[in-house]
């Protein structure tokens, strides 16, 4: 069975307050990685992405006999049937709504599969290459698709979000085998924001540990943040199968 091996950060930024929010959770035969941001500012959005967290983590629990394609499923209905629930037990928060982007890992089948909604993402590093497995839910990705662009102030407009009772079309990506060597970054947007892919793959290259990778990479977003002023929350959490030093730092092997 692959060793898993994690890390993570969540930073405050310019902002007020941190409304990212995430968790893991990882055992002898299966694990679950989530990532949230949240949306409502003082209306909730912390709460939000904490209610997402909590409840992608406990599909481990509800729906393990049922192989990750329940789990991913059951991930998305939980989270946003318990937003929904505290926007109707509180007016106040009606508005309010996360992001999220969950990782769920079978070990001993070695298998993964996720599932997102909105603009958190979930990179892959395998062998040397660098593939974004998910795709925005957002009006700029939906003007990039469409080869249009998007005014800075709409950019960050979402299509889709927990909270927002659209999330019936949602669905997750395709299960993969988890190879040893394999490299998956989960992130909130003003983490990938502040990140190009080449400088993605140069932290991994010069990474000895998950631990180093994670930090490489935020102090790369911190840098560009502060030169940009940038203000918005940023979280990441790395998770390495088996050993990527030897394996995804390798391009060509």
């Given amino acids: ?6 890390a993570q950060c969540s930073h405050q930024g310019g902002r007020a307050s941190n409304e990212d929010a995430l968790g893991l959770r990882v055992r002898e035969n299966d694990a679950c990685f989530v990532i949230s941001d949240g949306v409502g500012g003082q209306a909730g959005g912390a709460i939000a992405s904490r209610l997402a967290v909590h409840w992608a983590l406990q599909q481990l629990d509800d729906k393990q006999s049922f192989g990750l394609q329940a789990m991913t499923h059951g991930s998305v209905d939980a989270a946003d049937a318990a937003i929904v629930a505290e926007q109707r037990r509180n007016p106040e928060r009606a508005r309010m709504a996360a992001t999220m982007v969950a990782l769920f890992i079978d070990r001993r089948a070695r298998m993964a599969q996720w599932i997102h909604v909105g603009d958190s993402r979930l990179y892959l590093f395998r062998r040397g290459c660098l ?7 957002s009006l700029a990705a939906q003007l990039q698709r469409a080869g249009l662009s998007s ?3 709409k950019a960050h407009l979402l299509s889709h979000a927990l909270g927002q009772a659209d999330t019936d079309t949602i669905e997750p990506g395709a299960a993969c085998t988890l190879d040893d060597g394999d ?5 909130t947007d003003g983490f990938w924001h502040g990140l190009d892919e080449a400088a993605m793959q140069r932290c991994l290259q010069a990474a000895g540990t998950v631990s ?4 490489l990479l935020a102090e790369q977003v911190r840098q560009r943040s502060d030169g940009e002023g940038t203000q918005d929350n940023y979280s990441a959490l790395g998770v390495w199968a088996g050993d990527p030093q030897l394996v995804t730092r390798a391009p060509g092997a």
């Fill in 151 to 153: 005014s800075p102030d």
């Fill in 183 to 187: 490299a998956y970054l989960l992130c």
């Fill in 212 to 215: 180093d990778w994670i930090a």
């Fill in 1 to 6: 069975m692959l060793t898993l091996t994690t």
């Fill in 131 to 137: 593939w974004q497995r998910t795709e925005d839910h």
